[in-house]
């Protein structure tokens, strides 16, 4: 049985989104993150433009049920980071911040956005 399953009757309580500079990673970092209990995945493509066909991924919208799960899904999306040469923006409520690689100081300032998030409950 899946686990995950029972969890979509959750409430979501936060919403992480992750904007990588190479939009192909999102399926790789999807992957990575849907092993995790209570959070849910969605990549999300940008708007289409003029004259364009299909759209490209904008974002991965990653959301997160109650239990920590925003910390499980922050340190998963660290170690994906670290393992790969990238650059990503990630948003969480109001707050945004930029991670280039292994990045102890932007871990933190993720980590403290996610707790005022999971505090104001978005």
């Known amino acids: 049985m899946d686990a995950r399953k029972d969890d979509e ?3 979501v309580i936060t919403e992480i989104r ?4 190479d939009s192909s990673g999102i399926d790789s970092l999807r992957a990575w993150l849907d092993d995790i209990p209570r959070v849910t ?3 999300v493509t940008r708007p289409l433009r003029p004259g364009e066909q299909g759209g490209a991924w904008d974002f991965l919208s990653v959301l997160c ?4 799960a925003v910390t499980v899904a922050l ?4 170690t ?8 990503a923006r990630v948003t969480i409520g109001d707050a945004e911040v930029e991670l280039h ?11 403290d ?5 999971v505090q104001n409950g978005s």
């Open 9 to 11: 009757h959750l409430p």
């Open 18 to 21: 992750i904007y990588l500079a």
């Open 41 to 43: 995945t969605e990549p």
């Open 65 to 68: 049920g109650t239990g920590g």
């Open 75 to 78: 340190k998963a999306l660290t």
């Open 80 to 87: 994906w980071i670290e393992s790969k040469v990238t650059h």
């Open 101 to 111: 690689g292994p990045d102890p100081e932007a871990l933190a300032r993720l980590t």
């Open 113 to 117: 956005a996610a707790s005022k998030a």
